[in-house]
Each structure stands twice: as C-alpha cells, then as structure tokens.
C-alpha cells in the first residue's frame, strides 16, 4: 500500500515541496518502528497510528488547498479502507472495540 501511495505522489501535480513533504510523512509511515505504537501494542496499534498519519495528511493537503487532489482523496480512501479492515467503519468510533 505505501508504496503504491508513493507512486501516486510522485505523478500528482502538487509541488514539489508539497511531494517532498508528504513523501517524507509517508515514508516515516513505512518505515515505523514497532515501538512507536507502545510495548506489546501489537498491529492493531500500528494500523491506527497508520490511519491517524494518512487522515491527517489528507486534512493538511486539504487544508492547504489540495482536496480535490488524486492524491488527497487517495490517502483519504485508504485511511477509510484501513479504518474498515479494523472494523470500525460504521460509527467511526473505538466503540466496537472488544473488551
């Protein structure tokens, strides 16, 4: 997935300090160290911390004048996906949340 959404920012037509930008929050994504998401926080974790960077990047480059972007709605679409795969599409929400 990452990869792919690199590719993508590198055809956008954003700016290239805009790409430059977003490229590097992204590869900070890619490359998280399992300890950023807490000791024995385990994958669901790292997949929240990964939808929270992707949710916030789409908002920054919305913000900035971005939103109707390929690439803006693409982070936007796989933070959604991710969200889903969770499974907390519905209320968007931790109250699904087992426990």
């Known amino acids: 997935m990452m990869q792919r959404l690199l ?6 037509g954003l700016p ?8 590097l929050a992204l590869s ?3 490359g998280q160290d399992p300890a950023l998401a ?6 669901e974790a790292r997949v929240r911390s990964g939808i929270t960077l992707l949710e916030t990047l789409a908002g ?3 913000h900035e004048g971005y939103g109707s972007e390929a690439v803006t709605l693409r982070l ?3 933070a959604r996906r991710l969200e889903r795969v969770l499974g907390g599409a519905a209320g968007g929400g931790d109250s699904d949340s087992s426990g």
Not at 38 to 43: D, F, L, N, Q, T
């Open 28 to 30: 900070a994504l890619r």
């Open 7 to 12: 590719r993508h920012l590198a055809r956008s």
């Open 76 to 78: 936007a679409d796989e």
């Open 16 to 23: 290239v300090d805009v790409r430059e930008e977003a490229g």
């Open 60 to 62: 920054h480059l919305t």
């Open 38 to 43: 807490g000791e024995g926080a385990g994958v």
